[in-house]
């Protein structure tokens, strides 16, 4: 392999093992839970995102042919890790767990669970829809 592309590799798990750090550091001393959904969901989704591009690159060198594996596992992280934060997000605003004090907006945030409904919304009645 060549000493410029191994260089490159280098940086790129060094930049990946960074943000992996630093998300997980805001994981830990970030004060609710809403703000800690940062961490995980940015930082360390793009630091894994550097391995894998790395691992990749790796594999496809010593297998000599396009390695798709590490592709698929970073597409998937990178769809499912913002839907799995808000989904977080909302199971929290369910159970009305507070913000941290010095959120801003925190008059707009009214918990999930005393929202009207939308007003087209359609409810089923004694099991027969509308």
Do not use: C
């Not at 959904?37 to 990749?56: D, N, W, Y």
């Amino acid at each position: 392999m060549a000493t410029w592309l191994e260089g490159l590799i280098a940086l790129v798990l060094i930049i990946g093992g960074v943000f992996l750090l630093i998300g997980s550091i805001g994981l830990v001393r970030l004060p609710d839970l809403y703000t800690r959904l940062h961490g995980p969901t940015k930082a360390t989704t793009l630091g894994m995102a550097g391995l894998l591009l790395a691992s990749s690159v790796v594999s496809s060198i010593t297998q000599g042919s396009i390695s798709v594996h590490e592709w698929l596992i970073t597409l998937f992280l990178l769809i499912t890790a913002p839907v799995s934060a808000n989904m977080i997000a909302k199971t929290a605003m369910h159970h009305d767990l507070t913000p941290w004090k010095r959120t801003k907006g925190q008059e707009l945030v009214d918990p999930a669970s005393r929202q009207a409904p939308p007003s087209d919304h359609h409810s089923v009645k004694d099991g027969k829809l509308p």
